[in-house]
């Protein structure tokens, strides 16, 4: 139990999800590492969403509204942190939600869908080893052809830079959270939100909604 009082409350829970998200089989452990290296860059931002952040969340909710076919590409740790975020992000904005992991293991790819139906999803899509995106050679590359493969617009929250890469080389629009301005990620991607995932979700959602 951490008490409300604790000054790193707000962190130490957030910590506390992506644990239980490994307990549950849907982050991998290499996503502790990941998690504790954007910590880092939030506490250089005093762990708050910039006025830069919010210019970008707001550029991005116009691009999803405008996509014919967006799509939120989810991973083990954005399943652990934001998965009903997730859920409403989809229905606010139309757009479809794969799940998409770095580590091979199609028992975790189920697991993290159905955890986003525990969160009230109505459609979660699966990569499919018959369908794959060109210039990656990772697990990344398996796509679900109703889902990524078509997409022209991808919203990728906490996202590795090789596919950033060649997610815009299949001439698709992409969008990324990321803490660190420096990753190749943010430094590729169409549009970054520089911020954490737990604030750009929910903030993301209110612009559509708003927009719409």
Do not use: W
């Not at 399943?79 to 992000?89: K, N, S, T, W, Y």
């Amino acid at each position: 139990m951490i008490p409300k009082s604790h000054p790193r409350y707000t962190s130490l829970k957030i910590r506390e999800k992506i644990v239980d998200g490994v307990k549950k089989g849907i982050t991998s452990q290499h996503g502790l590492i990941a998690h504790g290296r954007g910590e880092a860059f939030d506490y250089i931002i005093g762990e708050k969403t910039t006025a830069k952040a919010k210019k970008a969340i707001e550029k991005s909710a116009k691009l999803l509204l405008k996509a014919k076919h967006p799509v939120i590409s989810v991973n083990g740790n954005t399943a652990a942190l934001v998965p009903r975020e997730i859920v409403e992000l989809s229905g606010a904005s139309g757009a479809k939600i794969e799940v998409n992991i770095f580590h091979p293991s199609k028992k975790r790819e189920i697991k993290i869908k159905k955890h986003l139906e525990k969160h009230g999803a109505k459609e979660v899509l699966l990569p499919q080893k018959s369908c794959r995106i060109k210039y990656l050679e990772s697990n990344r590359k398996y796509v679900n052809k109703e889902g990524i493969y078509k997409a022209d617009v991808v919203f990728v929250p906490l996202e590795d830079g090789d596919r950033t890469e060649a997610l815009r080389k299949n001439g698709k629009k992409v969008i990324v959270v990321d803490l660190n301005p420096l990753s190749r990620s943010a430094r590729k991607a169409d549009i970054v939100i520089i911020d954490n995932v737990v604030r750009a979700v929910p903030l993301l959602i209110k612009e559509v909604r708003k927009l719409k």
